[in-house]
């Protein structure tokens, strides 16, 4: 037994130490905004916030998460930052197929968090890790840009 806070909630998983915390989330959670792209921590399909850091989670032993905080996008859609960053990403059309969309907005809430006004290298760096296939990337990095000064003060 692994018990760990998920989204808000102290949960209890029946998952092995060695499993994947993206297996544990999708199959025992049920919480399929996690996303399953690469397995190799390349793409960040799979991000969550994992004690306040971005993480793939396809790379995370189960073992490494007993005691720790998970917020997956499915946590991070309940929060007032959330509503900035969405509004932020619709009003630019950042979203095309929506596969990378959830680790990009966590990849966005960690960025935020770490700095409230980045800047536009800042803002690339930070989402270096998500692979968007559509090549939405300028989109994305204008809607970052925006929450950041629609949201200020939320960060």
Request: overall charge negative.
């Amino acid at each position: 037994m692994i018990k760990f806070v998920l989204n808000g909630h102290e949960v209890t998983s029946t998952a092995k130490a060695n499993e994947r915390l993206l297996d544990v989330l999708r199959n025992e959670f049920t919480l399929t905004g996690v996303k399953c792209g690469c397995k190799e921590g390349e793409c960040g399909a799979c991000s969550v916030i994992l004690d306040g850091r971005l993480a793939n989670s396809c790379m995370v032993a189960m073992g490494h998460v007993a005691g720790s905080t998970v917020m997956t996008i499915e946590g991070y859609r309940e929060t007032d930052r959330f509503a900035v960053l969405d509004k932020a990403y619709a009003l630019v059309s950042a979203v095309q197929c929506g596969f990378c969309i959830p680790g990009m907005m966590l990849a966005s809430e960690c960025i935020l968090a770490r700095n409230p006004n980045p800047t536009e290298d800042e803002i690339r760096i930070g989402i270096s890790g998500n692979l968007c296939r559509c090549t939405g990337y300028h989109a994305i990095v204008e809607a970052i840009g925006i929450a950041a000064k629609e949201g200020k003060g939320l960060w």
